[in-house]
């Protein structure tokens, strides 16, 4: 499916610093230390509503990521799928008397729209799960006839992935068997599914129901298939048998991604399926964590529409550290509207202090596990002094200009 419109990405004199990120599997800030040519798959939208403020976050923080890769010079391929077809998209379908169809469209171009007013540098590839299904039945079939899956003794024809099959299971998220099964019941799993050989093994391919969508699964009967193999599908077929970086919110640390890497791991022989496991913190309002259970979201469509500046919004959403639990607030934002208009004036100004200095030290700051907040502290100094009249440096302000955008994607 079609991604949106990237823009230019301006090229800074000289070359960043390797990345470090800290790896939730190995529970430490490490270097990512990928070759010439980066891969990164993050997990994407399920559209069934609009973009909301820990969506825009956890994408910030990948497309952060992927241009602290870009400025040290490697290649990046970014894969993001849209999870086109889930049990969410389809209940809000029911509930709003609409065509399922014509809600995933609707909300997956609201998306793009949001992403492209956000700046994000766009995925090489996205990849709904829909147009993924021949290639997902095939990577459960090769489960089944390996012995790593099984159909449930019903006439359901739902198939799981046998947990057992995975020796490591478990070794990424760092749970507790007791906090697997309690996130596992929470995280839309079904832990209490009758038949089942352990009450944490994942859905791989859901039978044909009447009422909803079905799609041919040859040896499998009718269906649609589970949303972790969606993910180690997608990512295995476009960016090979281990990748740099597997990323999302840290919501999705378990069971989403442990099953993702336990499926590609099982089918490739190769672990671990991603070298670093990266997780964005949640954003919170009013003390709890955004959710469509809660009905607080904020979408970033609406701040739009109120005339909120992105770059702002962008400003606002790396105030903090990625992988903090965060609150939006109002004065978060405020915040970041009087940060974006001292930047522009010092970018205008006819001096300031070393551009050279300045953009090696953001740098600095991003290649350490993306401390944002470190970062805008020294751009925050640069312009007060900027426009204090301090410094000799011709260039600087331009220089400033020019790394806000490479580096933080935002135009000043
Ligand atoms: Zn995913």
Same mark, same amino acid.
């Given at each position: 499916?079609?991604?949106?419109?990237?823009?230019?990405?301006?090229?800074?004199?000289?070359?960043?610093?390797?990345?470090?990120?800290?790896?939730?599997?190995?529970?430490?800030?490490?270097?990512?230390?990928? /070759?010439?040519?980066?891969?990164?798959?993050?997990? !994407?939208?399920?559209?069934?509503?609009?973009?909301?403020?820990?969506?825009?976050?956890?994408?910030?923080?990948?497309?952060?990521?992927?241009?602290?890769?870009?400025?040290?010079?490697?290649? @990046?391929?970014? @894969?993001?799928?849209?999870?086109?077809?889930?049990?969410?998209?389809?209940?809000?379908?029911?509930?709003?008397?609409?065509?399922?169809?014509?809600?995933?469209?609707?909300?997956?171009?609201?998306?793009?729209?949001?992403?492209?007013?956000?700046?994000?540098?766009?995925?090489?590839?996205?990849? !709904?799960?829909?147009?993924?299904?021949?290639?997902?039945?095939?990577?459960?079939?090769?489960?089944?006839? !390996? /012995?790593?899956?099984?159909?449930?003794?019903?006439?359901?024809?739902?198939?799981?992935?046998?947990?057992?099959?995975?020796?490591?299971?478990?070794?990424?998220?760092?749970?507790?068997?007791?906090?697997?099964?309690?996130?596992?019941?929470?995280?839309?799993?079904?832990?209490?599914?009758?038949?089942?050989?352990?009450?944490?093994?994942?859905?791989?391919?859901?039978?044909?129901?009447? /009422?909803?969508?079905?799609?041919?699964?040859?040896?499998?009967?009718?269906?649609?298939? /589970?949303?972790?193999?969606?993910?180690?599908?997608?990512?295995?077929?476009?960016?090979?048998?281990? $990748?740099?970086?597997?990323?999302?919110?840290?919501?999705?640390?378990?069971?989403?991604?442990?099953?993702?890497?336990?499926?590609?791991?099982?089918?490739?022989?190769?672990? +671990?399926?991603?070298?670093?496991?990266?997780? *964005?913190?949640? $954003?919170?309002?009013?003390?709890?964590?955004?959710?469509?259970?809660?009905?607080?979201?904020?979408?970033?469509?609406?701040?739009?529409?109120?005339?909120?500046? +992105?770059?702002?919004?962008?400003?606002?959403?790396?105030?903090?550290?990625?992988?903090?639990?965060?609150?939006?607030?109002?004065?978060?934002?405020?915040?970041?509207?009087?940060?974006?208009?001292?930047? =522009? *004036?010092? *970018?205008?100004?006819?001096?300031? =202090?070393?551009?050279?200095?300045?953009?090696?030290?953001?740098?600095?700051?991003?290649?350490?596990?993306?401390?944002?907040?470190?970062?805008?502290?020294?751009?925050?100094?640069?312009?007060?002094?900027?426009?204090?009249?301090?410094?000799?440096?011709?260039?600087? +302000?331009?220089?400033?200009?020019?790394?806000?955008?490479?580096?933080?994607?935002?135009?000043?």
């Amino acid at each position: 499916m079609d991604s949106w419109t990237g823009h230019e990405v301006p090229r800074l004199p000289g070359t960043g610093q390797p990345l470090a990120l800290f790896d939730s599997a190995r529970r430490a800030v490490l270097s990512t230390a990928p /070759g010439e040519a980066a891969t990164m798959y993050v997990c !994407g939208i399920t559209p069934y509503d609009a973009t909301h403020l820990g969506h825009a976050a956890t994408m910030i923080t990948f497309d952060l990521v992927q241009r602290v890769w870009r400025d040290a010079g490697h290649r @990046v391929t970014y @894969v993001q799928n849209v999870t086109d077809i889930d049990d969410p998209l389809l209940e809000r379908a029911n509930r709003d008397g609409e065509d399922w169809v014509v809600l995933a469209m609707r909300e997956t171009a609201l998306f793009r729209e949001d992403m492209e007013a956000l700046r994000m540098i766009p995925p090489a590839h996205y990849v !709904g799960a829909v147009e993924s299904i021949p290639a997902i039945v095939e990577k459960v079939v090769t489960l089944v006839d !390996g /012995g790593a899956a099984y159909r449930l003794p019903d006439d359901s024809g739902d198939v799981y992935f046998d947990v057992a099959a995975a020796p490591r299971f478990g070794y990424e998220s760092n749970l507790s068997r007791e906090q697997m099964l309690a996130f596992f019941a929470e995280r839309g799993g079904d832990p209490e599914r009758a038949g089942k050989r352990d009450p944490l093994d994942p859905l791989l391919w859901r039978g044909a129901r009447e /009422g909803e969508p079905a799609w041919a699964g040859g040896p499998l009967g009718p269906g649609r298939p /589970g949303w972790h193999i969606e993910c180690a599908s997608i990512a295995l077929d476009l960016l090979g048998d281990s $990748i740099d970086v597997q990323g999302g919110g840290n919501d999705l640390l378990f069971p989403h991604h442990e099953c993702s890497a336990a499926h590609a791991e099982r089918l490739t022989g190769v672990a +671990p399926f991603a070298r670093h496991y990266v997780h *964005a913190g949640m $954003i919170g309002l009013d003390g709890e964590k955004m959710s469509k259970s809660k009905g607080n979201l904020v979408f970033v469509s609406r701040l739009r529409a109120d005339r909120v500046d +992105p770059m702002a919004l962008r400003l606002a959403l790396v105030a903090d550290h990625y992988r903090a639990d965060r609150q939006w607030t109002d004065d978060l934002l405020k915040t970041a509207e009087q940060r974006l208009a001292r930047w =522009r *004036a010092a *970018a205008a100004a006819r001096a300031g =202090r070393s551009g050279a200095e300045l953009l090696a030290g953001v740098r600095g700051r991003l290649a350490d596990d993306l401390d944002t907040p470190g970062a805008l502290a020294l751009l925050d100094e640069w312009a007060d002094s900027a426009l204090a009249g301090a410094g000799e440096d011709a260039s600087a +302000p331009a220089l400033m200009s020019t790394l806000a955008d490479a580096l933080l994607g935002v135009r000043l």
